[in-house]
């Protein structure tokens, strides 16, 4: 099995003069400490400090994605330094083609996150939590120690709970967000046991104690149950942060009560986050549990996608309904994962990143629109379009990416989410496809109601400033990038997918102790659109 | 082992006493005497803070007699002294330095409170300082008899120390409260210790070990019950659920340095006591006394999550804080496995500054009259006092397991060595606790930021109760109808910053962080204790 697993050959700074992956996420760390040293009167400085830390950060991972070479599944800019030795825990941060977009995008967006939305109050914290969030995700998005993971991954909760609950609006936003922390924490919690489950009984067959990924899914000889077991703890985790469906209560609430900056990061983030770990962790570290489990996982993914958008309809406010369709957007993917076909798995991973980069387009569009019109109610709603038309125009063009119409990103990833599905699970691509037609019906609504008919309350929204569509341009180049171009992205992304589909496929073929599973051996096809 | 055999020969003769090994120990009574002398000769004025800095510097000079052990242990190995009652090991030398860095602490916390409740005087670090020595005994013991001299002596000391605010009526009834239970479960210990010599005829540690390994005990009944007594002894000090009723009415009553002094010397040295009694003597017993830590553990664990949750004082939700961290350590202790020591002792260090350094928090909150302590009074104090509540609210994540900080570290340490153990529901039930203490942790961070409060009738009664437990001391002006700033807790109304405390603050918040992201040297070092056990 460990030919199936080619580890990155690339140098330490792959062509860079400096260990690139440690400064992307030392850079926003070390520039929220600053700012939270910051007197309290430099709010203009502390903005400028923080935007211009997180643009650097995006243009190194910019620079390491070009730098970045197609065809190879492993991972590539791999640093590695001993960090708690006592507990065999490493320093050990690296990219393949599964994380290299998401940490793109992840980069990209804190930036706007940052210098987009109108921030009320201190500014200046605001911007170190950012950075410190940033600094999280892509830690979290780049190492390949499952411990140095794990604290990454726990990194994020504080920065989102503070997001959340200083910046939020209502009165509401304190249960929110300890809702949102808590139940993160308890996904996180069995995650860390089944982490520690993991690394022991390694060591009990191995002789030492390590955390490093590659080690470990290189060499599993744990038994169906055990492995099916560990896939659970993993799952709870990502199951959460995805969140997958009845796992997901905490977003509508956390998504509402969060300013416009922190619901970006929320659904552009957060739940890349979440994908990415049930990519990287429980189906790379535990295939056969992932085959024996994906019925499970495709019928959540369905009941979410089906139900999101059942509940999305009927929602008046906008925000919330926008959160609900997440759920159901993020149930697509999750189809599409657990589907194991190489279209779908690619769509997947490609669609996590369409999502991210669409969602908190979307997130940032609507809290402009709030902030405009003073409420988030739909029915107060109306009109802008008259006033407002490059506003307008540009919430068409997202709403449109986000609903799959083809030109844009999201019809590339649900595309290829849907063929996948459809070659291997026949019943669960209708009900995806069902609810893919049920977003169009949603979004183009909430547009209709948003932006067309008459101003219902007295306050008719102004139209883009400079400094607004400066922040919105780049997610709109992404959002139009990804779409009509998608091949160098797709072509890196490929083979680190064939990578993980054919540790699948051996372990369905060759079943250790386990029977294939009830859906069948999954089908590669090679075809690329 | 060497030395112990040559002092077995002296036979009854009185014990030669080897000063060096019990240096720390001597360093801190002999300087608690002579300060309680020189009090006595010197009764002028002495320059603010006196007493407090050389509290601090004697506590110096016993970390650095520590580290001289330490270096001893490293290169000569453990060994016994003054006739086997005295272990000098890696595991003594760590709790000794863990109490000293306590002691160092608290005595600057404590500066600046007692000048402000007007209750300065060299008797505090007198009292501090004879339970430091009595924890540091109760940590290097190895005879049951010297387990029960320093459980007493810290007991006592802390005692009189809970009840030292006189006008404070919470405070007597704490130090009362505390004293009763105390005093009880002092006297449970003591029959166990009876029990124990009664079934393995020592009251050595090691002896009764040797016994143990040597004969077959039939009837056992007599040596489990003794085991049992000894175990509910030392629950009670380190506040194991069911032995913790005492321990919110005594947090909440006792001043508040005092308060946070205690939370880490009295559980430290009572996990020391409980650790070294359970391993040294008992280990052979492990099959008899891991399911009942255990449950210990696991009741400790729920009790101190879920009971802080409906806590309106921020003193009482500490204590049921500190009440489930002694869970966590207890999961290392139910381990019973060299990993599982060194994930207590780690636990317990970290846990050491993280409970001074929020303490240190709560008692500038508390302001003059050491009364507002109402979880409405840390509203809106991010804007007032961004400093402190930045700092608490570090403390607070820490302590509730967020990453690098040694608050995660603690707690994977000793759930690692649960699972490597593999007693997996203990694991997963902590993990489940820590994400439940995780609202009460969050519900202080989110008052601090959130914003100012309205002017409320419970804050003028929070006033109101401050200015009529305050005492000579109060310099409030009186409380008008329109005194906006009296009113609101937030504000320059009596929050003062002195710079004992905040040197406090700083070394509490930058051990936090920095062992968090360097774990390995308090690791190693709680490893190497384990391991020259």
Known sequence: ?529 | MSLAGILGLSGLVTPHVDYVSILPELILSVAALLMMLAASLFRRAVPRGTWAISTAVVAAASIGASWYLWDQVQHHGAHTAVNEAVAVDGFSVFFLMLISVALALGALLADDYLRREGLDGPEFYVLAMLSAAGAMFLAVANDLIVVFLGLETLSIALYVLAGYHLRRRESSEAAIKYFVLGAFSSAVFLYGVALTYGATGSTNLAKIGAFLAGNQVVDNGVLLAGMAMLIVGLGFKVAAVPFHAWSPDVYQGAPTPVTGYMAAVAKAAGFAGLLRVLYSSFSLLRTDWQPVITVLAALTLVVGAVAALVQTDIKRLMAYSSINHAGFVLVGLAAATSQGISGALYYLFAYTFMVIGSFAVITLVGRQGDARHRLEDYRGLARARPVLAAVFALLLFAQSGVPFTTGFLAKFSVISAAMQARSYPLAILAMLSAAVAAVYYLRVIFLMYASAPEPSPELTTALAVSVAGGGPGVSLPSAGAGEPVDVLPVGDDGIAMPPAVLLVLGLCAAFTVAMGLWPDPIVDFARHASLLF
């Open chain 1, 1 to 529: 099995m460990t030919t199936l697993l080619p580890v990155a050959q690339s140098t330490a700074g792959g062509g860079f003069g400096f260990p690139i992956l440690p400064a992307i996420v030392i850079v926003p760390a070390t520039m929220a400490v600053v700012l939270a040293l910051l007197p309290r009167s430099r709010q203009e400085l502390a903005r400028w400090l923080g935007t211009g830390a997180s643009l650097v950060v995006a243009g190194l991972a910019i620079a390491m994605a070009v730098r970045f070479r197609t065809g190879q599944a492993g991972y590539q800019f791999v640093v590695a330094h001993d960090w708690i030795r006592p507990f065999g825990v490493q320093w050990k941060l690296g990219v393949d083609g599964i994380s290299v977009f998401i940490v793109v995008v992840t980069a990209v967006l804190f930036p706007v996150a940052i210098a987009g939305p109108r921030v009320d109050r201190d500014i200046r914290s605001y911007a170190a939590w950012m950075l410190l969030l940033e600094a999280g995700c892509l830690g979290a998005l780049m190492s390949l120690d499952l411990l140095l993971f794990f604290l990454f991954f726990e990194l994020t909760l504080p920065p989102m709970y503070m997001l959340i609950a200083r910046w939020g609006a209502s009165p509401r936003r304190s249960g929110a967000a300890t809702k949102f922390f808590v139940y993160t924490f308890a996904g996180s919690a069995l995650m860390l046991i089944a982490m520690l489950a993991l690394v022991f009984l390694e060591a009990r067959s191995s002789g030492h104690v390590t955390f490093d990924l590659l080690t470990l899914t290189a060499q599993q000889h744990l038994s169906k149950d055990i492995s099916i077991l560990l896939f659970l703890g993993f799952a709870a985790a990502f199951a959460v942060k995805v969140p997958i469906f009845p796992f997901h209560t905490w977003l509508p609430d956390a998504q509402v009560e969060a300013s416009t900056g922190g619901s970006m990061v929320l659904a552009g983030v957060m739940f890349t986050l979440g994908t990415y770990g049930l990519v990287r962790f429980c189906i790379e570290l535990f295939p056969g549990a992932s085959v024996s489990m994906a019925p499970l996982m495709l019928t959540l993914g369905a009941i979410g996608i089906v139900y999101g958008f059942l509940v999305a309809v009927v929602q008046t406010d906008i925000k919330r309904m926008i959160a609900y369709t997440l759920v159901a957007d993020l149930g697509v993917i999750v189809v599409g994962l657990f589907g194991f076909t190489a279209q779908g798995f690619s769509g997947g991973i490609y669609q996590t990143v369409n999502h991210g980069v669409s969602m908190a387009a979307m997130f940032l569009l609507i809290g402009l629109l709030i902030d405009r019109l003073g409420t988030s109610e739909l029915a107060a709603m109306g009109g802008v379009q008259k006033r407002a038309p490059i506003f307008a125009a540009v919430f068409l063009l997202v709403t449109l990416s986000v609903v799959g119409v083809p030109g844009l990103n999201g019809f590339i990833g649900e595309f290829l989410l849907l063929l996948g599905t459809f070659l291997t699970h026949r019943w669960w691509a209708v009900v995806a496809t069902v609810g893919v037609i049920l977003a169009a019906l949603v979004f183009l609504w909430a547009y209709q109601q948003a932006f067309h008919g008459t101003p219902r309350t007295g306050r008719v929204g102004a139209e883009l400033s400079a400094r607004e569509l400066l922040v919105v341009a780049p997610l709109v180049v992404l959002i139009v990038g990804l779409g009509v171009y998608p091949r160098p992205f797709l072509d890196r992304i490929n083979p680190s997918a064939d990578r993980i589909l054919a540790r699948v496929a051996v372990v369905a073929h060759n079943p250790p102790p386990s029977p294939p599973a009830a859906s069948g051996l999954p089908r590669r096809v090679e075809a690329q659109p």
